[in-house]
């Protein structure tokens, strides 16, 4: 039962990250078509628009969307990394422990947020996302 009709607003967290990728490009493609269809891709998938206050990053969603990309054989690296440089949010955000180990010790590619209200944010996709083929 409601005691009274407050509703508390809160602001959100903002944690601002860069994406690093290494991609296995199929015979006869131009690697860098493949990366920057794979940039395109990621800019997307991190669109702000898509994501929710506390919603999971779930890296293994993007790897997937990543072997859609027309081109791309094998993802061989994929890495989520906090950004707090000038002009970004000075939220700390520890990515490694945020993303629990399975019973085997290997981690389950979903990074978790705070409890505290906060989102995931690629502030300037043109530059936070780092991409290369072999």
Do not use: H
Request: proline content about 4%; glycine content about 6%.
């Amino acid at each position: 039962r409601m005691m009274t009709d407050a509703v508390n607003i809160l602001d959100g967290y903002i944690v601002n990250i860069g994406v690093d990728f290494e991609v296995i490009c199929l015979n006869g493609f131009n690697k860098r078509e493949v990366v920057l269809r794979c940039m395109e891709e990621i800019k997307n998938f991190f669109d702000i628009d898509k994501w929710q206050i506390n919603q999971p990053l779930i890296k293994p969603d993007l790897s997937y969307k990543l072997s859609l990309v027309e081109g791309v054989q094998n993802i061989t690296m994929l890495e989520i990394t906090n950004i707090t440089k000038d002009g970004y949010s000075n939220n700390v955000y520890d990515m490694v422990e945020a993303e629990p180990l399975t019973e085997e010790g290997k981690r389950t590619g979903i990074i978790y947020p705070s409890l505290d209200p906060m989102i995931f944010e690629l502030k300037y996709p043109n530059t936070d996302i780092r991409g290369r083929a072999r």
